[in-house]
């Protein structure tokens, strides 16, 4: 009887252990503490193409997530030089960054 219990114990299923919590970044994380936001923007982009200015028309529910949103646009932004008759003038720019999380 000894023998079979060991048996059985020796042949039941290792129970597995919890997976790992997904590990987030923080702009990832700051949606999920403050929900669904959006944050307006005013950015500026001189004659090169280059973003040289940008500001908070309307802020968000996070300043972490307003922060982010001139960031990206200076980060990742591409703009041409200024062909058209307004050649070698500041362009403006408004635009809002929706903040959610899509499943």
């Known amino acids: 009887m000894l023998w079979l219990a060991f048996l059985a114990v020796a042949a039941s299923p290792a129970t597995a252990a919890p997976a790992p919590a997904p590990?987030?970044?923080p702009v990832t994380q700051e949606i999920v503490a403050v929900g669904e936001t959006s944050t307006q923007i005013a950015f500026e982009v001189d004659p090169k193409g280059k973003v040289t200015d940008c500001r908070i028309l309307v802020?968000?529910?996070s300043p972490k997530?307003?922060?982010r949103a001139?960031?990206?646009v200076r980060e990742k932004g591409k703009f041409g030089p200024w062909r058209g008759?307004?050649?070698?003038k500041i362009r403006k720019f408004n635009t809002r960054v929706q903040w959610k999380i899509e499943e």
């Not at 008759?85 to 070698?88: I, Q, V």
């Open 65 to 67: 997530l307003d922060q």
């Open 70 to 72: 001139c960031e990206i």
């Open 85 to 88: 008759p307004e050649k070698g």
């Open 23 to 25: 590990v987030m970044d």
């Open 59 to 61: 802020p968000s529910l």
